[in-house]
C-alpha cells in the first residue's frame, strides 16, 4: 500500500482521500481551515454526501486516514500527492481561477527533495498541467525526478463514493516528453479498481485536461438542447417529456440528461463551461465552442422562464403571493447551492412581492447563508402551509412521492408547478390539482 497526501478537503479532495483510505492506502488531507479540518479529524463530512459518513468515520477510526495544515508535513509523509482544490470562475470573468490549484504547486514543490509525483485532480484549462509541471521542476530540490500527470475527476453529486471506488474510466495525462513513473505509480495506486477490468485510458497532459471539460460540455449542451425543445413543445402544444422518452430510444441519442425543466447549476457545468469558452479564445479556438455560449443561455432562460410561468399562475402578478419552494440545493443527494437554480427562481419570485416559503431535506443552512431573506421550513407540509401555489424545483425522492390528498388540505389553492418534470400529472390531477409541467401540455 501506498502513502498518499491529498491537498484540498472540500467535496472532491475529502472523498478522494477517504475513498484511497478505503482502498487500504495511508492518506494524509492537508488543508488551510482549521475549521474543516477539526470537522474531518472527528470524522465528521462538511457537506452532504450519501454513503461518505460511513467512509471517513471508518478510517479515521483505524489510522489510516489523517489531517493536517501542514505542507511540510505532507511533502515528509508521502510522495505522492493529489491536487483537489477548487477551480471557481473568475469574477466578472469566464475564466477558471487557479489560484489554489497554483498554490499547492508553489508551496509543495520546495519541500520536494526525494523523487515524488503530483497528481492533478482538479478541473483547469487545458494547459494547466503543462505550465504546473515546468514550475515544479524548477521549484523543487529533486529537480527532474518530480513529475505532474493529470487524473481529472468525474465524481457525480450523490453518487460520489461509488464513482470514486468504482468509476465508468480511469483517466490519467502524462508528459509523452518525460513519462517518468506516473503511470506505473498510478497503477500501484488504483490496483483494485483495475483489477475491476475498469477501463485506463493513458494519454498525453492536453488530452487528459480536455476529458473532463469536454464531457461536461457534451452534457451542458444534452440538457440545453431538450430544454430548448420544451420551449419549442409550449409553442405548438406538444409534450416535451413523451419526445424525450422516444428520441431517447435511439441508441445514438440515449434518453439520460434529456430531463427537461429549469436547467442545470451547480459548482461544475456552469463555471466549466464558461471556462472553457475562455480557454478556447486563449489559444486562437474559440469558433469552435461559440455555441455553448447558446447553452449557456438556454439554460439561464429556463430559470426566467419558470418565474414567468408562476405569475401565469398566479394570475399576471406575484404580489402578496405565498408561494411554496420544494427544493434549495441544485440537484437532489446533495447540501449543494452552488448557482442553484431553485434558489434563484425563488429569489426572483420575492423580489416581485412574493412571500417565499422555503424546504429542502439537506440544503435549508447553505440556502439561509445565501439568501437570508428568504423564509424556510422544516418539512414539506410546513412550508405548503397556506399557499397560493406549489413549486418542485428540485426532484428529491421525497418530493416524487408526495400525496396530492394529505398535501391538499394544507395549501389555500390546489396549483402545483413542476419544474423538474418529475411528478405524475395524472395523479396530481386526479386529486383535484391544477397541475404545469415545462414543456408539457
Known amino acids: 500500500m501506498s502513502r498518499i497526501a491529498v491537498f484540498g478537503t472540500g467535496y472532491l479532495g475529502a472523498t478522494h482521500a477517504a475513498c484511497m483510505a478505503e482502498l487500504g492506502h495511508e492518506v494524509l488531507g492537508v488543508d488551510v481551515d482549521p475549521a474543516k479540518l477539526a470537522k474531518l479529524e472527528a470524522g465528521e463530512v462538511p457537506f452532504y454526501e450519501p454513503g461518505l459518513d460511513d467512509v471517513l468515520k471508518r478510517n479515521v477510526e483505524n489510522g489510516r486516514l489523517r489531517f493536517t495544515a501542514s505542507y511540510e508535513e505532507a511533502a515528509a509523509f508521502a510522495d505522492i500527492h493529489f491536487i483537489g482544490v477548487g477551480t471557481p470562475q473568475k469574477k466578472g470573468e469566464f475564466a477558471a481561477d487557479l489560484r489554489y490549484v497554483d498554490a499547492v504547486v508553489e508551496t509543495l514543490a520546495p519541500l520536494l527533495d526525494r523523487p515524488a509525483v503530483i497528481f492533478g485532480k482538479s478541473t483547469v484549462p487545458v494547459g494547466t498541467a503543462k505550465r504546473l509541471g515546468e514550475r515544479a521542476r524548477a521549484l523543487a530540490p529533486a529537480g527532474n525526478d518530480v513529475e505532474v500527470a493529470w487524473n481529472p475527476e468525474f465524481l457525480r453529486e450523490g453518487y460520489a463514493v461509488a464513482d470514486t471506488l468504482h468509476p465508468d474510466r480511469m483517466v490519467l495525462g502524462i508528459d509523452p516528453e518525460s513519462p517518468g513513473r506516473a503511470e506505473e505509480v498510478a497503477r ?37 438542447f431538450i430544454n430548448a425543445m420544451a420551449e419549442v413543445c409550449e409553442a405548438a402544444d406538444a409534450d416535451v417529456t413523451v419526445l424525450a422518452d422516444a428520441i431517447g430510444h435511439d441508441a445514438r441519442i440515449g434518453r439520460r440528461f434529456l430531463n427537461a425543466g429549469i436547467g442545470f447549476g451547480g459548482g461544475c457545468l456552469p463555471k466549466d463551461i464558461r471556462a472553457f469558452m475562455a480557454r478556447a479564445g486563449e489559444i486562437g479556438a474559440d469558433e469552435a465552442l461559440t455555441f455553448l455560449r447558446e447553452v449557456d443561455n438556454i439554460n439561464m432562460r429556463r430559470r426566467t422562464r419558470m418565474v414567468d410561468a408562476v405569475r401565469e399562475a398566479t394570475g399576471g402578478s406575484l404580489l402578496g403571493t405565498r408561494v411554496a419552494v420544494l427544493g434549495a440545493a441544485f440537484k437532489p443527494n446533495s447540501d449543494d447551492v452552488r448557482d442553484s437554480p431553485a ?8 423580489l416581485q412581492g412574493a ?85 408539457r401540455r
Do not use: H
Request: hydrophobic fraction near 45%; aromatic fraction near 10%.
Open 355 to 439: 412571500s417565499v416559503v422555503v424546504f429542502d431535506p439537506q440544503a435549508i443552512m447553505n440556502s439561509r447563508a445565501l439568501f437570508p431573506t428568504l423564509e424556510y421550513a422544516y418539512s414539506a407540509l410546513d412550508a405548503c402551509e397556506r399557499a397560493d401555489i406549489v413549486l418542485v424545483l428540485t426532484e428529491w425522492q421525497e418530493f416524487r412521492e408526495l400525496d396530492p390528498q394529505a398535501l391538499a388540505p394544507v395549501v389555500k389553492n390546489k396549483v402545483i408547478l413542476d419544474g423538474r418534470n418529475c411528478l405524475d400529472p395524472q395523479r396530481w390531477r386526479r386529486a383535484g390539482w391544477t397541475y404545469r409541467g415545462l414543456g
Open 188 to 224: 500501484v495506486v488504483y490496483a483494485q479498481l483495475l483489477e475491476e477490468g475498469i477501463p485506463f485510458i493513458v494519454t498525453d497532459l492536453a488530452t487528459s485536461e480536455l476529458v473532463k471539460t469536454a464531457a461536461n460540455a457534451f452534457l451542458a449542451t444534452k440538457i440545453s
Open 343 to 350: 434558489l434563484n427562481i425563488a429569489g426572483q419570485i420575492q
